[in-house]
């Protein structure tokens, strides 16, 4: 059983972490999980836009500039919103209110 962090060395937190066998989602995962258009979606995600919506101009795709890091990329999609979530607010506000 695990015990309260504060009773755990952090070397120990890392070796039961590491046992888990967890992995961080990819840049490219975490756009989509935003709805935003990215280069190879998830075809089950019914929010994500579809080819024929986007056309297949690449301009219209999420893509980050080759000089920016995973970590940035990270900490870019942080402070993000879900574009689906917005888009139904926006509609909501300047179509059914």
Same mark, same amino acid.
């Given at each position: 059983?695990?015990?309260?962090?504060? &009773?755990?060395?952090?070397?120990?937190?890392? @070796?039961?972490?590491?046992?888990?066998?967890? !992995?961080?989602?990819? +840049?490219?995962?975490?756009?989509?999980?935003?709805?935003?258009?990215?280069?190879?979606?998830?075809?089950?995600?019914?929010? &994500? +836009?579809?080819?024929?919506?986007?056309? @297949?101009? +690449?301009?219209? !795709?999420?893509?980050?500039?080759?000089?920016?890091?995973?970590?940035?990329?990270?900490?870019?999609?942080?402070?993000?919103?879900?574009?689906?979530?917005?888009?139904?607010?926006?509609?909501?506000?300047?179509?059914?209110?």
């Amino acid at each position: 059983m695990l015990e309260k962090p504060d &009773q755990v060395d952090s070397i120990e937190l890392l @070796d039961i972490i590491k046992s888990l066998n967890l !992995r961080f989602f990819s +840049p490219n995962e975490m756009a989509q999980f935003l709805c935003f258009p990215v280069p190879n979606p998830n075809p089950n995600n019914k929010y &994500q +836009p579809s080819n024929n919506e986007l056309g @297949d101009s +690449p301009l219209v !795709r999420l893509q980050f500039p080759k000089s920016i890091t995973v970590r940035q990329q990270y900490q870019l999609l942080g402070n993000s919103v879900n574009v689906a979530v917005i888009s139904c607010l926006l509609h909501y506000l300047f179509f059914d209110f």
